[in-house]
């Protein structure tokens, strides 16, 4: 039935730590059919050859009894399994095993020699902080809105944002390229409308236009903000895949700063004994693909993440990898400029302020409110 | 603050069915804010005209309370805010709300100006039966297995899969790029092995690689199995996005099956409130993007899948959805021999058997095995 065959690896491989539900010896039950199902996807006794028994099939490296019915389990897969190629490492992460309750990606450790496949942040804090002349200070950010503008309204705002002192106007992740807002006229409006503020204030506003787009078109977009003048861009891989994020990362035409944004990702965090952890999905993986900065909805707004969550999500984008520089977490969803002081203390200056809705509220003058969030932060 | 702006929409809007947990108010409530969410991302005072509030804030349709705590609502959004871009339409969909415990997908109701947006499956049910000359049974798919496998040796198996009267030869999905199984060598290899047993039998036999890979070579290696001589494609839109299956079922000069693989996409269906139904996620959207076929791990199998979520499954593969085709359900997931019989009730002929592991365990003789299967079938 099958063909003699030979494989000889390097031995290297990436660790995953996953938390499995269950008692130890559900737990490892579970354990030994992941090292199956991310790999082979066959049960043990048909499998052809030792050589793939030994290098090809996940090995588990530690189990350990958590509390509340929990398993830490550490699995390790060659790091060959990947053939350098981003989407065939979250295949091998979680592909099938997404298919089965009770399995929680918690953490990745990938070597040097796996993580230098990947382009990884182009810019990160310290690009950033550069590109807006600010080397200290927590970064100011908000959003175009709302849907159902048309680009001249948006780039009037975008005008009053950079006005006021913002740092980063992103269009809301809902802007795509709607009759009433088309992309290549919306982004040229927006850019033109930036760079005359810059030009006034003296200041160094970005302009982030949304590239998630079509498949085919989603390069193009991101090579007409580059040339219409547009300084970062700003992406969802849950609608458009991650990979997406990493070609843009890596092409030398575009060599801007990218942020994340968590459209459609939500769900793979919200049961904390499912799916992928907060750290995994904002922190590592953005990172490893090249983003700069990673947004996600902060503790206490209209949405439930946990301050212990937010932490996570913190350190992940800081922590060690490779050569990897750290990115900045982008602090969202429902923020309000009163909350600034207490999210100072907790985050500290190396962060982004995302806020939205709060600064078209806080006054009728737009330029003033903006004014008012760069003082609490100055 | 906001410059004015005119707007003047069709007024033709899509549906989305939504399961909210809580009672009527609280559910109310989430319902109203999913209204907004998905669309302006501003609270409703903070909506600067009627335009925008009337024609793009989505509108909540029906209210039903339903037993155990949930509400069943309906939602519609002006078709506009999608753009015609698939994408934008999973934003709107679900993109934000993603990030919210207790909101669940649970049905898409598209009018056909927008269904025509898109391609939709190009060959559907009855393109695979033509191709395959099999009018009426149901069909018979199987995995080139284990990865860590050489090209040969996969090969060497696709000619006896070939040869035993297998309709369809999947690339496990787990077979990438990688260094001891590259890409063009397996797909030029077991092309040719098909095409030699095909000669042989007379039969019509397809291979069909995994196209999964990173975005800018995804159509390449698609154009590069269609000129090896592949039959279909198979690609997994959890690693690579929807929108890449929508790109490759609309080019011409590719214009081959395509089946749609559910890797990375479980944990939206595993908790039933919250995700995205079985239905939509497995049924409505692959055949918006244009698959042929969806593969899901059957009820009973080493999956958690029930009875009544296949049926759904099944039901929205081939439901009236504009002038789209109904699509196969390939039933997989640890599917055995001995069970072909009971899902041949449940199922009926308009199906594909996806059958892995117990095809290659039932006797030593792969072909002789593979016979046994079709037998069962004819």
């Given at each position: 039935m099958f063909a003699p065959t030979s494989l000889t690896l390097s031995g290297e491989r990436f660790r995953v730590r996953y938390a499995l539900t269950g008692d130890e010896t559900e737990a490892r039950s579970k354990a030994e059919a992941l090292c199956l199902e991310q790999t082979v996807e066959l049960p043990a006794e048909l499998l052809p050859d030792d050589d793939v028994r030994g290098q090809i099939v996940g090995q588990i490296e530690t189990l350990k009894v958590l509390p509340e019915g929990r398993c830490d389990v550490v699995i390790s897969y060659a790091v060959e399994t990947v053939g350098a190629e981003l989407p065939q490492l979250l295949n091998v992460l979680f592909g099938n095993s997404s298919l089965k309750p009770g399995i929680r990606v918690m953490s990745l450790d990938l070597p040097e020699g796996l993580l230098r496949q990947f382009p990884g942040p182009r810019f990160g804090q310290a690009g950033w902080r550069s590109l807006l002349d600010a080397p200290e200070r927590p970064l100011l950010c908000t959003a175009l809105k709302?849907?159902?503008?048309?680009p001249r309204r948006l780039a009037d705002l975008a005008y009053q944002l950079a006005t006021g002192g913002i740092d980063m106007i992103k269009d809301d992740h809902g802007l795509a390229n709607q009759p009433f807002c088309p992309y290549h006229e919306r982004v040229a409006r927006c850019a033109e409308a930036v760079a005359r503020a810059n030009s006034e204030t003296g200041l160094n506003c970005v302009y982030m236009p949304h590239v998630s787009a079509p498949a085919e078109k989603i390069v193009e977009r991101a090579l007409f903000a580059k040339q219409a003048g547009a300084g970062a861009l700003l992406i969802a891989p849950g609608l458009v895949g991650f990979d997406v994020m990493r070609q843009l990362a890596a092409d030398d035409r575009i060599a801007l700063p990218i942020m994340y944004h968590p459209a459609l990702h939500g769900t793979y965090v919200?049961?904390?004994?499912?799916?992928?952890s907060h750290a995994v999905l904002f922190g590592q993986l953005p990172r490893l693909a090249g983003a700069d900065a990673t947004i996600y909805p902060n503790y206490g707004g209209r949405f439930a993440f946990s301050k212990e969550e937010c932490r996570q999500i913190v350190e992940a984008a800081a922590?060690?990898?490779?050569g990897f520089q750290p990115i900045f977490p982008v602090v969202a969803g429902g923020m309000t400029l009163e909350r600034v002081p207490e999210l100072l203390d907790f985050y500290g200056h190396d962060v982004i302020f995302l806020i939205g809705g709060d600064l078209y509220r806080h006054s009728p003058d737009l330029v003033e409110n903006c004014r008012y969030f760069r003082s609490i932060l100055d």
């Open positions: 709302p849907m159902g503008s048309s919200t049961r904390p004994d499912q799916g992928i922590a060690p990898m490779g």
